[in-house]
C-alpha cells in the first residue's frame, strides 16, 4: 500500500474515529500491514506520537512471550516461610519492593505472595513472637515461560493479581513477572520513586544471554560485558544497535555486532526500547565475572 491509496486528509473538525474510518479504506491483511497504515496515520497527524507508540506496544505484547521480560530466577528476591519478622523486615526494606515470594525448602518451593503492607500491623505489635508469615500471606499465581503477555495481562486483571511465578517446563522456578512489567511493554517505561535505574537495565537470562534495555549507557554496558564499544558518537547500546541497522527495527530484526547478537525484543516507530543480547559462551563468562 502506498500513501497514493490513501484518502485525501479528512478536516480537523472530524472526531478521531471518522479520521481513522477515512484512513482504514482499504483491507488490512496481518499485524505488519496494519503497522505500516499506523505510521502513514500518524504522519498525516491524524495520531500523534504517544498514541502510535501505545497502539504499537499493545500489538507487539500479544507476540511476546513472559520470558521475554520477566525478571530471572537468579534476580528473584524472597523471603522464607520459617523467616521471623527481625529475618524478613531488612529484606523488605532494603529491596523496596511491594511484593515478595515467599519460599520453603527450597527457592523451586513457592509457597505464597508477601505484601509489604501487610508488614505494617508489626510496627504497633510489641510481641512480635505471635507473628506467622502464612496468616498474611496471598496465594502465588504461577504461569508457564511461554504464555503471551497479552493473555497475561487479561488474567491479571480478572484475577486482580499484581504479580505471577513464572516456572519452567521442569515446574522449577524461572523467574517472576509483574503487571508493570507487562504495562510497561505498551506505555514505555513506568518510574517509580523506589526504581533503581542501574540494578534493572541488564537481567541475565543464562550463563550467555540477557535482556538490555535500549537507554542502558554504552559506559555501562561495556562495564558488565567487558565491550569495547566506542562512546563518543552515542550515549546508549540502542543508539549502537540503531546506527547498525541504519533504519529503526521491527521485533525479532537481529543484528550482529562483534561478538554480540542484538535481538529486537520492543520497538516503536521512534525507538528501540528492550533488547536480547547473546554472546559468545567465553565472553559471557568474561560477563558473568565482573
Given at each position: 500500500?502506498?500513501?497514493?491509496?490513501?484518502?485525501?486528509h479528512?478536516?480537523?473538525?472530524?472526531?478521531?474515529?471518522?479520521?481513522?474510518?477515512?484512513?482504514?479504506t482499504?483491507?488490512?491483511?496481518?499485524?505488519?500491514?496494519?503497522?505500516?497504515?499506523l505510521?502513514?496515520?500518524q504522519?498525516?497527524?491524524?495520531l500523534?506520537?504517544?498514541?502510535?507508540?501505545?497502539?504499537?506496544?499493545a500489538?507487539?505484547v500479544?507476540?511476546?512471550?513472559?520470558r521475554?521480560?520477566m525478571?530471572p530466577?537468579?534476580q528473584v528476591?524472597?523471603?522464607?516461610?520459617?523467616?521471623?519478622?527481625?529475618?524478613?523486615l531488612?529484606?523488605?526494606?532494603?529491596?523496596?519492593?511491594?511484593?515478595f515470594?515467599?519460599?520453603?525448602?527450597?527457592?523451586d518451593?513457592?509457597?505464597g505472595?508477601?505484601?509489604?503492607k501487610d508488614?505494617?500491623?508489626l510496627?504497633l505489635?510489641?510481641?512480635?513472637r505471635?507473628?506467622?508469615?502464612?496468616?498474611?500471606?496471598?496465594?502465588?499465581?504461577?504461569?508457564?515461560?511461554?504464555?503471551?503477555?497479552?493473555?497475561?495481562?487479561?488474567?491479571?486483571?480478572?484475577?486482580?493479581?499484581?504479580?505471577?511465578?513464572?516456572?519452567d517446563?521442569?515446574?522449577?522456578?524461572?523467574g517472576?513477572?509483574?503487571?508493570?512489567?507487562?504495562?510497561?511493554?505498551?506505555?514505555?517505561e513506568?518510574?517509580?520513586?523506589?526504581?533503581?535505574?542501574?540494578?534493572?537495565?541488564i537481567?541475565?537470562?543464562d550463563n550467555?544471554?540477557?535482556?538490555?534495555?535500549?537507554?542502558?549507557?554504552?559506559?555501562?554496558f561495556?562495564?558488565?560485558f567487558g565491550?569495547?564499544?566506542?562512546?563518543?558518537?552515542?550515549?546508549t547500546i540502542?543508539?549502537?544497535?540503531?546506527?547498525?541497522?541504519?533504519?529503526?527495527?521491527?521485533r525479532?530484526?537481529h543484528?550482529?555486532?562483534?561478538?554480540?547478537?542484538?535481538?529486537?525484543l520492543?520497538a516503536?516507530?521512534?525507538?528501540?526500547?528492550?533488547?536480547?543480547?547473546s554472546?559468545?559462551?567465553?565472553?559471557?563468562?568474561?560477563?558473568?565475572?565482573?
Amino acid at each position: 500500500m502506498t500513501d497514493d491509496h490513501l484518502p485525501p486528509h479528512p478536516p480537523l473538525t472530524l472526531t478521531l474515529m471518522e479520521r481513522l474510518r477515512d484512513v482504514f479504506t482499504d483491507s488490512i491483511a496481518d499485524s505488519e500491514e496494519l503497522i505500516r497504515v499506523l505510521r502513514k496515520a500518524q504522519r498525516r497527524k491524524v495520531l500523534d506520537n504517544d498514541a502510535l507508540s501505545i497502539i504499537e506496544g499493545a500489538l507487539q505484547v500479544a507476540d511476546m512471550q513472559v520470558r521475554d521480560i520477566m525478571v530471572p530466577r537468579s534476580q528473584v528476591i524472597t523471603v522464607n516461610a520459617s523467616d521471623s519478622p527481625q529475618d524478613i523486615l531488612p529484606v523488605v526494606i532494603e529491596a523496596q519492593h511491594s511484593r515478595f515470594p515467599v519460599i520453603g525448602e527450597s527457592i523451586d518451593d513457592v509457597v505464597g505472595i508477601l505484601l509489604a503492607k501487610d508488614l505494617l500491623p508489626l510496627a504497633l505489635d510489641r510481641d512480635q513472637r505471635k507473628f506467622d508469615i502464612k496468616d498474611v500471606m496471598r496465594p502465588a499465581y504461577y504461569v508457564p515461560e511461554s504464555k503471551r503477555l497479552n493473555v497475561l495481562l487479561k488474567e491479571f486483571r480478572e484475577n486482580r493479581n499484581h504479580m505471577a511465578i513464572v516456572i519452567d517446563e521442569y515446574g522449577d522456578l524461572a523467574g517472576l513477572c509483574s503487571i508493570e512489567d507487562v504495562l510497561e511493554q505498551i506505555v514505555g517505561e513506568i518510574e517509580d520513586e523506589h526504581d533503581i535505574e542501574d540494578e534493572a537495565f541488564i537481567k541475565q537470562l543464562d550463563n550467555h544471554t540477557f535482556t538490555v534495555k535500549a537507554l542502558t549507557t554504552v559506559d555501562d554496558f561495556n562495564e558488565h560485558f567487558g565491550s569495547d564499544f566506542p562512546t563518543e558518537e552515542f550515549d546508549t547500546i540502542g543508539g549502537v544497535v540503531l546506527s547498525n541497522f541504519g533504519h529503526i527495527p521491527q521485533r525479532d530484526e537481529h543484528i550482529i555486532i562483534g561478538n554480540f547478537n542484538f535481538r529486537i525484543l520492543n520497538a516503536d516507530n521512534r525507538q528501540i526500547r528492550l533488547l536480547h543480547v547473546s554472546i559468545s559462551h567465553a565472553d559471557a563468562a568474561t560477563a558473568h565475572e565482573l
